[in-house]
């Protein structure tokens, strides 16, 4: 007897859907109640009362969710994914001092691919768990990074990443850009790959790098992921060196427009704020990371007045510790608040809209991901709100935002695939590699002391 073919088409049953549409409001857009979202194969085919999708779909697959919330999946539009291995290194150390005297010696005596494949190993499935169906990622060796993120099933951005000194990865910029535009043709094409130019930031890549990567950013329509304005220590060697603040030396360099996703942005005046404005730059917030390491505040109730287009990161492990996005979404939305003296400075609906359509968009991913419309791929989370701490629901999104932790998740698809189910990852394969990378931590964690030590 035939093997039973699998329903081609599933009813996933809410009682409550955040469609989130770019097209509204989000303050004015109410969520659905008892809606279904039917996905065929990858894709979304319509949003409708669940009692028509299920009269014109009589032999879909039913996943019913009660007193569930689906919201877009949460896209991470900053993180270094490798460096889940180095959680915990450098705690308590301001920026300067945990790059000079953690992670860049760690990083030259660790970095090889193995190290990368663990790291993001870990940090994709941690992320996955949380919601998070796609990340934005800049680190060394991104075909290891690559490899993870297809092993675990995540939606990836990989960084294409130029500094000006050598690393066991490259040694000069022009090689830099050589193997990671190789490994982006390579991929171009694949559904869940896409790739951004990543000079680390404007103190360690020259103008002649930075001009480059502006010319291959228009030829080839990448967007630039950098690390900008940081540190007040950074502005002010930027303007020592350069005679500018390092905003308007990008800019100069042809850096600052659509393409351009501005990491942290902490630091900025007026002058910088209305350059980003009127770039139609992005901004990658990650509030956590910015406070672990006394940064400082980005001002993002003001970017929000000035029409700038905001996404939340988590940065990597070792400057935030988790890699939670609902954790760094409430974060902002309540510094968002206390820095601009305005309750309503980022409400929860803006907030999720940062997290989902804002941070799709910036990565030119907002085609395919970042809402719930027909047409587009399903990336979905599900969080349930019948917990006794989440009780009563006057408003899904607000609790999702304000009362809502990465253990409500339940359920997230990956363009129409199942890859958590029941808080648990769904694939048993993939539960099998993440415990063998767990098993081999005990030997990065031995070699991380030796360096420490000072004993290698």
């Known amino acids: 007897m035939p093997t039973p073919r699998s329903p081609a088409r599933t009813l996933i ?44 779909n009589p032999t879909a697959e039913h996943i019913a969710l009660p007193g569930h919330l689906v919201v877009p999946g949460f896209v991470n539009l900053h993180a270094h994914a490798a460096m889940a291995l180095l959680r915990g290194v450098g705690d308590d150390l301001p920026l300067s001092a945990w790059l000079r005297e953690r992670i860049w010696p760690l990083e030259s005596q660790l970095v090889d691919p193995q190290f990368v494949r663990d790291g993001s190993m870990l940090a994709f499935a941690e992320m996955l768990r949380g919601g998070t169906t796609c990340v934005n990622d800049m680190y060394f060796f991104p ?79 990448l967007p630039i992921h950098i690390h900008v304005h940081e540190t007040a220590e950074e502005v002010a060697e930027g ?23 501005a990491v942290h942005a902490v630091h900025l005046n007026d002058d910088d704020l209305r350059r980003l404005a009127a770039g139609a730059a992005s901004v990658a917030h990650c509030p956590h990371s910015n406070g672990k390491l006394a940064c400082g505040i980005a001002p993002t109730a003001r970017m929000h007045e000035m029409g700038i287009r905001v996404g939340i990161g988590t940065d990597g492990s070792a400057s935030n510790n988790r890699l939670d996005l609902l954790g760094e979404a409430r974060a902002a939305a309540l510094l968002a608040k206390a820095t601009s003296g305005r309750a309503d400075a980022w409400p929860a609906a803006r907030t999720l809209r940062a997290m989902t359509l804002d941070a799709a968009t910036a990565l030119g991913l907002d085609e395919r991901i970042g809402s719930i419309e027909a047409g ?53 394969g993939v539960r099998d590699a993440l415990s063998e990378v767990v098993g081999r931590t005990g030997v990065w964690q031995n070699r991380v002391g030796e360096i420490l030590s000072g004993r290698v």
Request: aromatic share 6%; charged share 25%.
């Open 13 to 56: 049953e809410a009682q409550w859907i955040a469609p989130v549409q770019a097209r509204t409001d989000p303050s004015a857009e109410p969520c659905l109640v008892g809606h279904a979202i039917v996905v065929e194969n990858d894709r979304i085919v319509e949003v409708v009362p669940q009692e028509q999708a299920r009269q014109h």
């Open 376 to 428: 587009k791929q399903a990336d979905l989370v599900a969080i349930d709100l019948r917990a006794p701490e989440l009780l009563p629901v006057y408003d899904p999104v607000s609790q999702l935002i304000y009362a809502c932790g990465r253990e409500h998740v339940t359920d997230v698809w990956v363009a129409g695939k199942a890859v958590v189910r029941t808080r648990q990852l769904a694939d048993p």
């Open 143 to 221: 075909e290891a990074s690559v490899e993870a993120a297809l092993a675990v099933g995540i939606r990836s951005a990989h960084g294409i990443i130029v500094v000006d000194f050598p690393t066991v990865y490259a040694s000069a910029p022009a090689e830099y850009l050589r193997k990671g535009l190789a490994l982006r043709d390579r991929l171009r094409d694949h559904p869940l790959v896409s790739f951004c130019l990543a000079p680390h930031a404007p103190y360690t890549v020259s103008d002649d790098a930075l001009r480059q990567i502006a010319t291959i950013s228009r030829e080839l329509g």
């Open 239 to 261: 303007i020592a060196q350069y005679g500018k603040r390092p905003l308007a030396r990008l800019d100069a360099l042809g850096l600052v427009g659509p393409e351009m996703i």
